[in-house]
């Protein structure tokens, strides 16, 4: 890469079901928080990236209305309308060019404005799919699992630990917004059925939350502060459509990895990486998604989920913050991802700390059956 | 930092509906002939940004359903969406894609299909930029007389309106100049093979005579809601030279937002702004992309612009703010002719977004056409005249996301 | 190229009609319910920003320019100057529909009338409210004209309570 770009900053929301805010103040909080955080103030921002959706805030240009809480006024700003992870990459690639130093990447969405499964529905074709009335993102995300689970012998208690884990771990995260630190296999499998595999607990709860980066070219991040988190390596894929492409993997999010980590210089990222925060919006998602990171070959990602390796005292820690499955406030999620990995490196992430972070690993995606994946590589100092 | 040129740009024919194509066809057609026209192939290309106004054409995040038209799948697609300007911002990321050093070969590409939805987008889900929020007010027991006014127009209109107004009191430009301007782009876009409202021999009588909307608009000064896609292949200057004869070089870019300025915003605040053809992040976008292209006295440097004009009254007073004219002499300008194909200052030869408006393409369109008029490319609306800079502007919002992009023929 | 549609005829088209069900719940602050509940009073309500000292009317939350609360409510005078107006064009039957009303056939407007919207800068306000002009001849609206607040006979809390403006009586 042409320049070295760090993160600075960060805030988050406390993510929750239906947030006593509008969404300005949620964006305020967490804008001048991320900005607090750095250390630095509005006037030192080159560019602002946002990342919200029309659709699932309910107005046209939704981002209008955020602009001044979030601190664009007569600020270089731009809107990408899909997950903050990718917000924060096009934050990346503005600093890279050199035209920009220090950028402010914020994504927000409040899931109790406009349910967003039933919104889901208009993304899908309207010539065919949506013709039959069926689909929407669980739908079709229960037909992956099925899929997947049939293919690769996947039992759903083993898609449920996945489920259990991240539930647990989300109970030592003050900013999750589903914390079951008893939860069972059992208690899992018994709630309420939405399609057949996908339960409500192996799916992501539908939350109201915001999250706020700061980055800064090198030479600005030294002097704001003294434990800058360097972006590595980053790579993005969107795959074909849902019925022009292989369901029971993720092409996209492979191939996205396989960018990052050429970036990075990572060989073995079993190895080379410490931890990792993905955006699993069901269960069986994340099992997909160690393979196709290349965490363990394809379809055994069922043997590392019931080792135990991807808890937090294990070999590869996955999502300690919970992750989506804890809190998903849809277009944040990815970027809270990029923060959780940041607080892991700099040692912040108190009551879930992961030992001796230095690289870890973000992922982000977006469109049904994450049809478009986005992988972040983040090293400390 | 790394150089970026337009390599080759495509568009599909703009007009009322487009019942031939659907949208993934429309977008397809334009990104195989931007394809074409650079000379690059599907697999060469290594990222792509794409945008429109979401959900207009009954579609949401519809790149993810298109994408496989357009050669998308297994490349990075990023989508950007800003309202009015989202073309013109969607082309500045494939600028900084290129620019990062990430990827050498982006292709932007922008589009709307108004005619897929029962009630086009233009009416429905612009009218929701200002009545979305007064839906809420409704609770509040806001005055339906006063909505009246607004809907009447439809709400992009209602915005436009005052700022004509402003714009008219500042300045001293009259409704007979809108009327000028409105029949210059309809004459302009007759020489455009892809425009909408065509119209050769055009005469500001012609437009007089229709009727008024909302003083001071008349309906023959509002722009059409079309179906249309656009596209551009961009790509970093070792590939550019080595493909392509006559490279469009992107010297600068900014997209600034002054506050919001909505007739209503969330919650029914006011906002700080007093005068709405004040447009401050028109001024401050055209300040920091003439610095980084190196123009110091744009109404020497600047050979032609392509502005956003939706609305007549913009294409003035937009131009005065990007520094085309001094304050408040756009008019006089026009009533010379200066701002005719033959002019000092050509603005919007191919008839701006006054004669075509598929909202998603047309900011992209206006970077496209100073970039066509640079490669000598655009057949009987080309200027007679090098150019060696251009200047293209988008709106977004009421007062937002202006992109303003200055393109030459030689990076430096 | 051949990936390029060769013909050019209509296609076929398929419709649908999609209403998804659910609702928006809109969030908002208690700010434009203290707005609404000054105009009962004949208070028009602005928030200071404690930054730059601009008052914003109808009262809002956030300063921009700041980036900070601006929580302080103020009230601005019942007059003002008359910045920016936009004349409809004359009402007809059928012309135009509004919430799937239309406002010439449930009384709202008379045939061939002609609404007045205008921004009104109330004195002590920096911002623009944005209201109808009763009580002139549109020919003979100017901007900088002096107006007042018309206040409604019933004032119930709501945001109809200031009707309009109308011009200032020497």
């Not at chain 2, 806001?142 to 309106?161: D, I, P, Q, W």
Request: overall charge negative.
């Amino acid at each position: 890469m042409a320049r070295r770009v760090a993160i600075v900053g960060y805030a988050q929301s406390y993510h929750q079901h239906d947030m006593q805010m509008t969404r300005e103040d949620m964006v305020f909080e967490v804008a001048k928080g991320a900005l607090r955080n750095a250390g630095i103030s509005r006037e030192d921002v080159d560019t602002v990236i946002t990342a919200s959706t029309d659709f699932l805030d309910g107005r046209t240009i939704s981002n209008l209305y955020t602009s001044m809480a979030v601190g664009a006024y007569l600020k270089d700003e731009s809107k990408v309308e899909e997950d903050g992870a990718f917000a924060a990459y096009y934050a990346l690639m503005r600093i890279l060019s050199g035209v920009h130093d220090i950028a402010l990447v914020e994504a927000h969405t409040q899931g109790s404005v406009v349910n967003p499964h039933l919104v889901s529905n208009y993304t899908v074709d309207p010539l065919f799919e949506r013709q039959y009335g069926d689909l929407n993102d669980i739908s079709a995300a229960a037909l992956q699992a099925r899929m997947y689970m049939n293919k690769y012998d996947v039992s759903e208690e083993q898609v449920a630990t996945v489920s259990v884990k991240n539930l647990a771990n989300a109970a030592c995260n003050p900013h999750a917004h589903r914390r079951m630190p008893d939860v069972s296999i059992e208690v899992v499998l018994s709630s309420k059925l939405y399609y057949d595999p996908i339960r409500e607990l192996t799916m992501s709860p539908i939350s109201d939350g915001a999250c706020a980066l700061v980055l800064a070219c090198e030479e600005k991040a030294k002097e704001i502060t003294d434990n800058p988190v360097w972006i590595e390596g980053v790579g993005s894929c969107q795959d074909g459509y849902l019925r022009d492409r292989n369901l029971d993997k993720l092409d996209s999010l492979q191939i996205a990895a396989k960018d990052a980590y050429e970036m990075a210089g990572i060989t073995a990222p079993f190895a080379q990486i410490d931890v990792f925060e993905v955006s699993e919006k069901f269960a069986h998602e994340e099992l997909m998604i160690y393979e196709a990171l290349g965490l363990c070959r394809e379809g055994k990602g069922k043997t590392l989920i019931e080792k135990g390796m991807t808890e937090k005292d294990g070999e590869i820690p996955v999502n300690p913050s919970g992750g989506a499955l804890g809190a998903d406030p849809i277009c944040a999620t990815g970027l809270v991802r990029i923060m959780e990995t940041a607080k892991q490196i700099r040692g912040e992430a108190n009551g879930y700390q992961i030992p001796n972070v230095h690289r870890a690993l973000a992922h982000g995606q977006f469109g049904i059956c994450a049809q478009k994946n986005i992988v972040f590589i983040l090293g400390g100092e | 930092m790394r150089n970026v040129a337009i390599i080759g740009c495509g568009q599909t024919k703009h007009s009322g509906r487009r019942r031939d194509v659907n949208l993934a066809e429309m977008v397809g057609d334009a990104v195989w002939n931007a394809l074409e026209d650079a000379q690059v192939g599907p697999h060469e290309v290594d990222a792509f940004t794409v945008g429109n106004m979401q959900g207009f054409g009954g579609v949401a995040q519809p790149e993810q359903w298109l994408g496989d038209w357009i050669g998308a799948p297994g490349k990075p697609v990023l989508r950007i969406a800003t309202g009015g300007s989202t073309g013109g911002c969607v082309a500045q990321a494939a600028f900084y894609a290129v620019a990062s050093g990430l990827y050498d070969i982006a292709v932007a590409t922008a589009w709307e299909k108004h005619s897929d939805s029962k009630e086009p987008g233009a009416t429905t889900g612009l009218a929701h930029v200002g009545l979305g929020n007064t839906l809420n007010m409704i609770n509040f027991g806001v005055s339906f007389k006063h909505l009246l006014s607004m809907v009447a127009a439809g709400a992009a209109a209602g915005v436009a309106c005052y700022q004509a107004m402003y714009y008219m009191h500042r300045s001293g430009c009259r409704v007979e100049h809108l009327d000028m301007v409105a029949a210059k782009d309809r004459r302009n876009a007759a020489n455009n093979k892809y425009a909408h409202l065509q119209w050769p021999g055009c005469t500001p009588e012609d437009i007089a005579k229709t009727k008024w909307v909302a003083y001071p608009f008349r309906y023959g000064h509002i722009c059409p809601a079309s179906d249309g896609a656009s596209a551009m292949v961009l790509a970093c200057e070792e590939v550019a030279r080595k493909r392509c004869k006559k490279p469009v070089w992107i010297k600068g870019l900014a997209a600034y937002s002054d506050e919001e300025n909505q007739i209503m915003s969330e919650g029914a605040g006011g906002i700080g702004i007093l005068d709405a053809s004040q447009q401050i992040g028109a001024t401050m976008s055209a300040i920091k992309a003439y610095k980084m292209a190196g123009i110091k006295d744009p109404q020497k440097e600047i050979d032609l612009a392509e502005i956003y004009q939706p609305f007549p009254s913009q294409e003035l007073m937009f131009a005065e703010r990007l520094g085309l004219f001094d304050e408040g002499t756009a008019w006089k300008a026009l009533e010379k002719g200066e701002t005719d194909i033959n002019g000092k200052m050509p603005c919007d030869l191919s008839g701006g977004v006054n004669a075509t408006n598929a909202i998603g393409s047309s900011a992209l369109q206006r970077i496209l056409e100073c970039a066509l008029q640079i490669m000598g490319k655009a057949e009987e609306h080309q200027v007679p005249k090098e150019v060696h800079n251009a200047v293209a502007h988008g709106w977004g919002g009421a007062t937002n996301y202006i992109a303003v992009t200055v393109l030459g023929d030689s990076p430096y | 190229m051949p990936y390029i549609k060769e013909q050019r005829k209509e296609t076929i088209s398929v419709e649908g009609d999609w209403d998804v069900g659910g609702s928006t719940t809109w969030k908002h602050s208690t700010l434009l319910q203290e707005y609404a509940q000054g105009l009962k009073e004949k208070k028009i309500i602005g928030s200071l920003c404690p930054g730059c000292g601009k008052v914003i009317v109808p009262p809002r939350n956030i300063c921009g320019r700041c980036h900070r609360k601006m929580d302080e409510k103020v009230v601005v005078s019942d007059i003002g100057t008359v910045t920016c107006f936009v004349i409809s064009a004359p009402f007809a039957k059928g012309q135009a529909k509004v919430l799937g009303m239309d406002p010439v056939e449930i009384g709202l407007v008379e045939e061939g009338e002609r609404v007045i919207s205008v921004y009104v800068k109330f004195d002590g306000a920096d911002s623009n409210v944005d209201t109808e002009l009763i009580g002139v001849e549109p020919e003979k609206v100017y901007l900088g004209m002096r107006v007042k607040a018309v206040w409604a006979k019933e004032p119930q809390g709501r945001l109809s309570d200031l009707e309009a403006v109308e011009p200032l009586k020497d």
